[in-house]
Nanobody, 122 residues
């Protein structure tokens, strides 16, 4: 059972990236999924989450209107489209999975990917 986050990299302010969270060894369609991020010296922060069916999503106020979470259960993958990136978005981004209702509380998540680094800098 493994989650694999990918798609991070170096991007200029105002640019875009799409992160992917792919599952192996299990199917994501029975799980709520969330993206979290952690910048150096800061606590882990909830970014966005999506319900099992994808009908309900939530984004933190700091990224609302810029980031969009989506899922393609046929591809066993969840995405985080990040637009209008800012230097303060620089962090390691993690995806996580849990049964039941999606939440931004990282303590409720059972399965975690290894993280992908996003650096926003000119």
């Amino acid at each position: 059972v493994q989650l694999q986050a990918s798609g991070g990299g170096l991007v200029q302010p105002g640019g875009s990236l799409r992160l992917s969270c792919a599952a192996s060894g299990f199917t994501l369609d029975g799980y709520a999924i969330a993206w979290f991020r952690q910048a150096p010296g800061k606590e882990r922060e909830g970014v966005s989450c999506i319900s099992i069916g994808g009908g309900n999503t939530y984004c933190a106020a700091s990224v609302k209107g810029r980031f969009t979470i989506s899922r393609d259960n046929a591809k066993n993958t969840v995405y985080l489209q990040m637009n209008s990136l800012k230097p303060e978005d620089t962090a390691v981004y993690y995806c996580a999975a849990k049964f039941g209702i999606a939440t931004m509380n990282h303590l409720r998540y059972d399965e975690w990917g290894q993280g992908t680094l996003v650096t926003v800098s000119s």
